[in-house]
């Protein structure tokens, strides 16, 4: 029997109506999780009052994701100022950015931002 999940994905926590047009899933180990923890509060404060969502630390890999990870959504007028940001921030972290397409399949092994994966 599968122990319930103690985390919420984006998809979930997003307020209604949010302009979720892209995807950066930031990757983390037992090593990097206080550093994953630290960024994601400094998304949080880097970004907010922007239509930036930061979501959760998932510490489980789930679906495509063979690591755990947090994601942040935001829309296309943001795309540079969040990819720039994490460029600078992300110290020894991978990022996958990726469009969302509504195909999830697709998104993360064809999307056009497939080969943007910082590592």
Do not use: C
């Not at 789930?62 to 829309?75: S, W």
């Amino acid at each position: 029997m599968t122990a319930p999940r103690t985390y919420k994905y984006n998809s979930e926590l997003a307020p209604k109506g949010f302009p979720r047009e892209f995807d950066a899933h930031i990757y983390f180990d037992d090593a990097t999780r206080s550093f994953a923890a630290s960024l994601r509060e400094k998304a949080l404060s880097v970004f907010q009052g922007q239509q930036v969502f930061t979501g959760e630390l998932i510490p489980d890999a789930v679906g495509p994701h063979t690591q755990p990870m947090f994601e942040i959504n935001f829309p296309r007028p943001l795309f540079t100022d969040v990819v720039l940001w994490l460029v600078r921030e992300r110290g020894d972290l991978s990022v996958l950015v990726h469009q969302l397409t509504g195909d999830d399949h697709y998104d993360h092994t064809q999307g056009m931002f497939k080969t943007f994966i910082l590592t």
